[in-house]
């Protein structure tokens, strides 16, 4: 089992910048792409950015220039600038296995509000 842990988030201004953190934990040898995702309520939840084990990062194109996604071994961060109200959401951690279409681990959600 993997356990993700998600951190950073809060409040900000509008135009402002704030970056999330992903630990992994657990059987972190087993988990290859690691990304994040954001969910607003009574929305589907929407790809961010993501970054494989050794991968190049993979940023949603809708927020190419704005957000930008590392990764150090099992842990990731999402560095998110230029924020607008638009962005106000939870994010979500993920990760899966390698050859997994879908992410079997879940962070419990990093909360985000930029304020107009």
């Known amino acids: 089992q993997v356990q993700l842990v998600e951190s950073g988030g809060g409040f900000v201004q509008f135009g402002g910048s704030l970056s999330l953190s992903c630990v992994a934990s657990g059987d972190v040898s087993t988990i290859n792409a690691m990304g994040w995702y954001r969910q607003a309520p009574g929305k589907k939840r929407d790809y961010v950015a993501a970054?494989?084990?050794?991968?190049v990062p993979n940023v949603a194109e809708h927020l190419w220039g704005r957000f930008t996604i590392a990764r150090d071994k099992s842990n990731i961060t999402l560095q998110m600038t230029s924020l607008t109200p638009e962005d106000s959401t939870v994010y979500y951690c993920a990760a899966k296995r390698p050859g997994s279409k879908t992410n079997e681990y879940w962070g419990q959600g990093a909360q985000v509000t930029v304020s107009s």
């Open positions: 970054i494989a084990r050794g991968g």
